[in-house]
């Protein structure tokens, strides 16, 4: 089994790698920012609750999001392994994620980090916003996403570094290069 979180600011090109990833690796696609959209688009309670924090741009609580990993984790026992995107983003976050891979008998083997600049962010982001009808990919919303980037989740690398879990890539880049510098750290990881 193999459990891998990738990370990275909003418009690093997690989902496009993770896509790559989990047909690869044969993982379970571990996506809360996705989680919650679908949990918005079909009214629940949990996303009624998180819609607002979402379309203001900040990081909704640490509590909705362990709540949502643990289920994900308890309903899916027999994957091949988890593909962690958008997730963990605080320093709980991370804390929280130890715990529970140690109650499930399972361990994160690395935090993937696809680094860009803050330009090339938005520059990203703006253009994704054209097509995606997500309402946070506004000027506005995304400054303050990168924000709470930088605020909150920035510290998480800290974590993963101290444990020796931390794997930079650089983010701009092409798709397919990215990709294979990814595989690379990976399959080192499962020899
Ligand atoms: P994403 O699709 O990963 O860019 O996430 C979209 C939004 O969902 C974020 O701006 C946050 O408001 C929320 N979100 C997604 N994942 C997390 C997380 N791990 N912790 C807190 N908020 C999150």
Same mark, same amino acid.
């Given at each position: 089994?193999?459990?891998i979180?990738?990370?990275?600011p909003? !418009?690093?090109?997690?989902?496009?790698?993770?896509?790559?990833l #989990?047909?690869k @690796?044969? =993982?379970?696609? $571990?996506s809360?920012?996705?989680?919650?959209?679908?949990e918005?688009?079909?009214g629940?309670p949990?996303?009624l609750?998180?819609?607002k924090?979402?379309?203001?741009?900040?990081?909704?609580s640490d509590?909705?999001?362990?709540?949502i990993?643990e289920?994900?984790?308890r309903?899916?026992p027999d994957?091949? !392994?988890?593909?962690?995107?958008?997730?963990?983003?605080?320093y #709980?976050q991370? @804390?929280? =994620?130890?715990? $529970?891979m140690t109650?499930f008998?399972?361990?994160?083997c690395?935090?993937?980090?696809?680094e860009i600049s803050?330009?090339?962010?938005v520059?990203r982001?703006?253009?994704?916003?054209r097509?995606?009808g997500?309402?946070?990919d506004t000027e506005e919303?995304?400054?303050?996403?990168l924000?709470?980037?930088?605020?909150k989740?920035?510290?998480?690398?800290?974590y993963?570094k101290e444990?020796n879990?931390?794997?930079?890539i650089?983010?701009?880049?092409?798709?397919?290069h990215?990709h294979?510098q990814?595989?690379?750290?990976?399959?080192k990881?499962i020899?």
């Amino acid at each position: 089994m193999i459990n891998i979180a990738l990370f990275g600011p909003p !418009g690093a090109g997690k989902g496009t790698q993770a896509d790559l990833l #989990v047909k690869k @690796y044969n =993982l379970l696609h $571990i996506s809360t920012g996705s989680i919650l959209r679908s949990e918005i688009d079909e009214g629940t309670p949990l996303g009624l609750e998180a819609k607002k924090t979402i379309e203001r741009g900040k990081l909704v609580s640490d509590e909705m999001i362990v709540k949502i990993i643990e289920k994900t984790i308890r309903n899916n026992p027999d994957v091949r !392994g988890y593909l962690f995107d958008g997730f963990p983003r605080t320093y #709980v976050q991370a @804390y929280i =994620l130890e715990g $529970i891979m140690t109650r499930f008998h399972k361990k994160l083997c690395c935090l993937i980090s696809l680094e860009i600049s803050e330009d090339v962010s938005v520059k990203r982001l703006l253009e994704r916003g054209r097509t995606s009808g997500r309402r946070d990919d506004t000027e506005e919303v995304i400054r303050k996403r990168l924000r709470e980037y930088n605020d909150k989740t920035i510290p998480v690398i800290e974590y993963y570094k101290e444990i020796n879990r931390y794997f930079p890539i650089n983010g701009d880049g092409s798709v397919g290069h990215i990709h294979s510098q990814i595989t690379a750290i990976i399959d080192k990881q499962i020899l």
